[in-house]
């Protein structure tokens, strides 16, 4: 009887430890870096020009990482694009950096998908790193004043842009970061 | 029709499971002794129809039938022949599969090698292996099927993943299954004892061999899997203290102790209840260890896809361990009354701390590998446990180990008396020591590889002591010259000169790590054509890049030139590799290895713009080679433990 309590009790402890955790994700990272400034960064357009980040300082930037390899890029490319359309006029900047790609291709997704807003091409990966970008689609949400209010892993749909959106224009920052589908890089 | 044969084969042996779980049950009820043979034919069934659906599949990989999803999959019509039939373990559902078909070839050779012997103790060792049989083909029937068909039926397939095409997949898994399926023998035999209440030494004695060829394979399949990482890899490395490296490594340590302890129930009668927990902890080690890879609960490079699997294979591993420690428990009133320690120092606490050491490793392993899963769900925290943690506490218990390994097999039963002490130790202890002090003269003063090789010699001392005292008398007995009394010796004392052979083995793996994790150095730069770089005696340069286009993708080599001292080695080609389906490429490390050290090379990356540019990383990593050799002593330790010299008599089964 002893026995069977001394194993049974840590055993059904492990047991239910081990029911908890196939309901988790284990490769989902949690960020850090909500509420805190953004990293500054300069990119190369695929037009020519540099951006950096502090030059959209004072509007909201919805900064998206991308690649032409990947489903779920494809997914939300038009989304995006409907987005940026409507928010152009309002004091929003969108930002689309491609990562781990090669530059034909993604140039022929911006031009399948219609892409009018500024995309750029992070050649050593150095900002997808600065970001924690570990999976792709990612999205940041940054305020006027350059923090992050909001983070999003995975395709994103027309009502949280829309909700993440007004939420930063207002300079909220969001308490929890937004789960998707999405692809694991690294 | 491929998959039509291979779905029903599977479908029909669970059918004949569930009877060899039924017909035990009857036959001790009814007391008629047809159930029992009809048990055994219901294994010999299995083995029929589950070889005859491994059969199938194999057949659609090496066909190419990609109606079959599971083909689809894990071929294309470029594959070369042998990494199509490895496709069989190279994803979840062919596993599952594989894991059956050797689980029932061990059943099936129990089966009919003990079917005149142990009456008592057979019928429910065949209840058991159609027990565990019997959910790992209902996994497959309803919930992981190789044999789904895809619809409309495409042209080419996916492939394997990439890394698995090597040489490596045709040994590693296998091996390592056959190694976690084996330790299903003595457990099978444990329960056998538990529920016929015969708890005598019988199932051990009979399960011996069987333990430790299933050790055994657990260990060489082990080592195969460090040295894939190593050569394959790419990152200069042979253990991560990955999960699933963890998972494989976890039964080998209560095997370990097992192996050990048995010989102090073998002798003394003692430990009964301890080395039955020790067996139910492997194998429930061995069922965690599938739990892991395919549940998805810790993210690992060997994870396989999730889905309802995890969720029965959690449910077999409450009831594997309930179960087991249930049956002990309801026979604890059988198990007791045994005979108690005479003394500290004597054999049996020298195997019993070996024990202690043994399961202490285990739980700090076992700690660590679900730490993170155990932090998420008590404190919402995200953390990963890395190689810091497992290398600090596992380094002093290990080498406590080989301190033990040293002592245990010469030190006296019962009780050893100073006398004793001083014969047997005092020569390799000082030999050992003087060892010490002129290699810290020699400038080797780190603490832990100075320790490791201090061990390393007392242990290699002790048996080299044993070994010559135990051939000197023999030559003073009967005469003869120095080889063949060695092979009388030996065979004579199978068992304890094979242990010695087997220990030799360990302490040139511990004297691998301790060079490799010790004193390995690196370097990483980015070199233009005709650049080179410097490291320890070797002198690196850069001759230019190639591309070439392989069978299955497309490779892009840097060729590197090394000399030694000015003398020159030869050309390395580390090369990246990038395949059509991945994002990003595959890395080929290349290296030399002697005996005294192994030189890394990796092509980290080169500049697409820039032709002649390359980033290259360098390691030289001392003594590697000789875990690779002391894995081969193993081996020739445990063949010489097991081979059967001459017929075995009956009653020393």
Not at chain 2, 296 to 308: E, K, N, T, V
Not at chain 2, 430 to 449: E, H, I, K, N
Not at chain 2, 518 to 528: D, K
Request: charged share 15%; aromatic share 12%; glycine share 10%.
């Amino acid at each position: 009887m002893r026995i069977l309590l001394a194993v049974g009790g840590p055993a059904l402890a492990l047991l239910g430890l081990f029911a908890y955790g196939l309901t988790r994700d284990p490769r989902a990272i949690p960020t850090p870096l909500i509420g805190k400034p953004a990293t500054p960064f300069t990119l190369p357009l695929f037009d020519g020009r540099q951006l950096s980040l502090e030059e959209l300082r004072g509007k909201v930037v919805f900064l998206n990482f991308w690649a032409s390899w990947c489903p779920r890029c494809r997914a939300e490319a038009r989304t995006l694009e409907a987005a940026w359309q409507k928010y152009q006029a309002q004091d929003v900047v969108f930002l689309g950096v491609n990562i781990q790609d090669r530059e034909e291709a993604a140039r022929a997704f911006l031009q399948e998908f219609g892409i009018t807003y500024p995309n750029g091409r992070d050649t050593a990966g150095k900002i997808a790193i600065a970001y924690g970008v570990w999976g792709l689609p990612e999205t940041f949400i940054l305020d006027r004043e350059g923090r992050i209010t909001y983070k999003h892993i995975g395709a994103l749909g027309w009502t949280t842009i829309t909700t993440k959106l007004g939420e930063a224009l207002q300079g909220i920052v969001s308490t929890e970061e937004g789960k998707g589908e999405y692809l694991q890089v690294r | 029709m491929t998959a039509t044969v291979g779905y029903s084969s599977l479908v029909l042996a669970l059918a004949l499971a569930g009877w060899g779980i039924a017909a035990p049950l009857l036959g001790a009820r009814t007391g008629r002794q047809a159930f029992f043979a009809s048990a055994r034919g219901a294994i010999l069934g299995q083995f029929g129809f589950v070889t005859l659906a491994s059969l199938a599949l194999i057949y659609a990989l090496v066909t190419t039938d990609f109606s079959l999803k599971y083909v689809a999959l894990n071929t294309t019509r470029a594959t070369p022949i042998y990494y199509r039939v490895t496709g069989l373990w190279g994803a979840l559902e062919g596993s599952l599969l594989l894991w059956e078909w050797v689980l029932i070839i061990f059943s099936g050779l129990l089966a009919w090698i003990y079917r005149d012997r142990h009456p008592e103790l057979m019928p429910w060792v065949l209840l058991i292996f159609s027990g565990v049989s019997a959910f790992f083909l209902a996994v497959m029937a309803f919930a992981s099927d190789p044999f789904e068909r895809v619809f409309p039926v495409p042209a080419d397939g996916r492939g394997l993943n990439p890394l698995l095409e090597d040489a490596n997949m045709l040994t590693h898994p296998p091996l390592l299954y056959t190694g976690f399926v084996g330790l299903t023998v003595p457990y099978a035999f444990a329960m056998a004892a538990l529920i016929s209440g015969k708890l005598d030494e019988a199932w051990i004695l009979t399960t011996r061999r069987w333990t430790v060829a299933a050790w055994f394979f657990l260990t060489l399949g082990n080592l195969v899997g460090a040295w894939w990482s190593y050569h394959v890899l790419g990152w200069g490395g042979y253990w991560a203290w990955d999960p699933v490296e963890n998972a494989a490594f976890m039964p080998w340590l209560p095997a370990t102790a097992f192996l050990h302890s048995i010989q102090i129930q073998e002798r003394r009668h003692m430990l009964k209840t301890w080395n039955l927990s020790l067996i139910i902890l492997a194998f429930s080690l061995t069922i965690f260890g599938t739990f892991l890879t395919r549940s998805g609960i810790l993210s690992s490079i060997h994870a396989f896809s999730s889905g309802p699997v995890g969720l029965l294979f959690l449910g077999f591993l409450a009831v594997v361990v309930l179960g087991s420690f249930g049956l002990l428990a309801w026979r604890a009133d059988r198990l007791r009354g045994q005979p108690e320690l005479d003394a500290v120092v004597s054999r049996e606490s020298v195997f019993l701390l070996n024990n202690v050491v043994l399961v202490a490793a285990l739980f700090t392993i076992f700690l660590g590998t679900v730490f993170p899963l155990l932090s998420e769900a008590v404190a919402g925290v995200t953390v990963s446990v890395g190689a810091p943690y497992f290398n600090r506490i596992v380094t002093p218990l290990f080498l406590a180990l080989v301190f033990l390994m040293g002592v245990g097999p010469l030190i006296a039963w019962r009780k050893a008396s100073l006398d004793h002490l001083r014969r047997n130790f005092l020569g390799p202890a000082a030999l050992a020591l003087a060892v010490r002090l002129s290699l810290f003269g020699w400038r080797l003063r780190d603490f832990w590889p100075l320790l490791a090789v201090t061990l390393s010699a007392f242990v290699a001392l002790t048996i080299g002591f044993d070994t010559a005292k135990a051939v000197r008398a023999r030559r003073a007995i009967a005469g003869g010259r120095l080889p063949a009394a060695l092979a009388t010796l030996v065979w004579r004392n199978q068992r304890r000169y094979g242990g010695f052979v087997v220990h030799l083995g360990v302490v040139l793996i511990v004297l691998g790590i301790a060079g490799s994790m010790g004193y390995s150095v690196g370097r990483e730069a980015m070199l233009q054509v005709g650049q080179s770089l410097s490291i320890d005696r070797f002198h690196i340069r850069f001759e230019g890049l190639q591309a070439s286009q392989q069978p299955t993708h497309r490779r892009v080599e840097g060729r590197f030139r090394v000399t030694n001292k000015g003398h020159e080695i030869g050309v390395l080609t580390p090369a990246l590799k990038y395949f059509p389906t991945q994002p990003s490429p595959i890395g080929r490390a290349m290296f030399r290895s002697t005996l005294l050290e192994d030189l890394y090379l990796i092509l980290s990356g080169f500049s697409e713009v820039d032709e002649g540019r390359a980033t290259l990383k360098v390691l030289v990593r001392p003594l590697v080679a000789w875990i690779w050799v002391g894995g081969a002593v193993m081996t020739l330790g445990t063949l010489v433990a097991l081979w059967p010299f001459r017929p075995r008599a009956r009653q020393e089964t």
